[in-house]
């Protein structure tokens, strides 16, 4: 059974986490952690993978106290830059704690990382590419990170492949034409009824592809949390991990 503390135990997601963790056959639940309490009664001792989904205002230093305890981390907590990763990197390296590891995702929806993965692999192939984000109207920020995330992979691997600017010959005053990332046109919905779903459109001559993902509730999350879970309790990985692209790849 792989030990699972859960810091942000209170919060929405924290607590779908407990829900998973206690549900999950190889997993059990070894600490609960909100805000006010003592991070340190999270130990190698009685923990080996500590999942961690609060705020960004206190996220780093939950991540850095953790690590520094000698426990093993999962971070759900959005916010996380390169300035962010650069700090844990900086720590992990250290001897007392080279076997240890960092998994940081700011969406653990299977199928929102396989659309940018299976964006990233497309972008090479088609002269138009753009991206729209519909997420219910509660959303406090437009864009997504996600979406952010999808078109900076975009960006990179039409870099790569040597591509130029995408044919777009449409005059607009009116913001209609979405933000601009890197040169990718992303859009936003907000709209009752929805949750969290990105479709990215890529278009050529006479063909079009559309990858799109879907998520429903914050079950659908769960998955992936598990899986980074397990992931990192293996012992296999040393490292901070970044889902793809990292903040240092763009
Ligand atoms: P939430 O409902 O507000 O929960 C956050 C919880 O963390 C609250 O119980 C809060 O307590 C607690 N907290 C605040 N500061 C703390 C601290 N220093 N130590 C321990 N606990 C602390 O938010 P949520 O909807 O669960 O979202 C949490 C984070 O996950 C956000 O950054 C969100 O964007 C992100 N998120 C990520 C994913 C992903 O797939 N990676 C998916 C969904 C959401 P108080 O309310 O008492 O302050």
């Given at each position: 059974?792989?030990a699972?503390?859960?810091?942000?135990?209170?919060?929405?997601?924290?607590?779908?986490v407990?829900?998973?963790?206690?549900d999950?056959?190889?997993?059990?639940?070894?600490?609960?952690?909100?805000h006010?309490?003592d991070?340190a009664?999270?130990?190698?001792?009685?923990?080996?993978?500590?999942?961690?989904?609060?705020?960004?205002?206190?996220s780093?230093?939950?991540?850095?106290?953790?690590?520094?305890?000698g426990?093993?981390?999962?971070?759900?907590t959005?916010?996380?830059?390169?300035?962010?990763?650069?700090?844990?990197?900086?720590v992990?390296?250290?001897?007392?704690?080279?076997?240890?590891?960092?998994f940081?995702?700011?969406?653990?929806?299977?199928?929102a990382?396989l659309?940018?993965?299976?964006?990233?692999?497309a972008?090479?192939?088609?002269?138009?590419a753009?991206?729209?984000?519909?997420h219910?109207p509660?959303?406090i920020?437009?864009?997504?990170?996600?979406?952010l995330?999808?078109?900076h992979?975009?960006?990179?691997?039409?870099r790569d492949?040597?591509l130029?600017?995408?044919?777009?010959?449409?005059?607009?005053?009116?913001?209609?034409?979405?933000?601009?990332?890197?040169g990718?046109?992303?859009h936003?919905v907000r709209?009752?009824?929805?949750?969290?779903?990105?479709?990215i459109?890529?278009?050529?001559?006479?063909?079009?592809?559309?990858?799109?993902?879907?998520c429903?509730?914050?079950?659908?999350?769960?998955q992936?949390v598990?899986?980074a879970v397990?992931?990192v309790?293996s012992?296999?990985?040393?490292?901070?991990?970044y889902?793809s692209?990292?903040?240092?790849?763009?």
């Amino acid at each position: 059974m792989i030990a699972v503390a859960v810091v942000g135990a209170k919060g929405r997601m924290g607590s779908t986490v407990v829900d998973a963790v206690n549900d999950a056959e190889d997993t059990r639940l070894s600490h609960t952690i909100d805000h006010g309490q003592d991070i340190a009664q999270i130990t190698p001792g009685n923990t080996d993978v500590a999942v961690e989904f609060t705020v960004p205002s206190a996220s780093l230093d939950n991540v850095l106290a953790l690590v520094d305890q000698g426990v093993n981390v999962v971070v759900g907590t959005t916010g996380w830059d390169e300035d962010r990763l650069a700090k844990v990197r900086e720590v992990l390296e250290r001897p007392e704690h080279r076997n240890q590891c960092v998994f940081v995702a700011p969406n653990f929806a299977i199928s929102a990382v396989l659309a940018d993965h299976f964006a990233a692999q497309a972008a090479r192939y088609f002269e138009s590419a753009e991206i729209i984000e519909m997420h219910h109207p509660d959303k406090i920020y437009a864009h997504s990170g996600t979406a952010l995330n999808t078109a900076h992979a975009i960006a990179k691997a039409r870099r790569d492949a040597g591509l130029g600017a995408m044919p777009d010959g449409t005059r607009s005053d009116a913001g209609s034409r979405g933000q601009v990332v890197e040169g990718v046109h992303v859009h936003a919905v907000r709209l009752r009824g929805l949750n969290a779903h990105e479709e990215i459109l890529f278009g050529n001559p006479g063909e079009q592809l559309v990858i799109r993902s879907d998520c429903f509730d914050r079950g659908s999350f769960m998955q992936g949390v598990l899986l980074a879970v397990r992931q990192v309790a293996s012992g296999r990985y040393t490292c901070l991990l970044y889902t793809s692209p990292s903040p240092r790849d763009r």
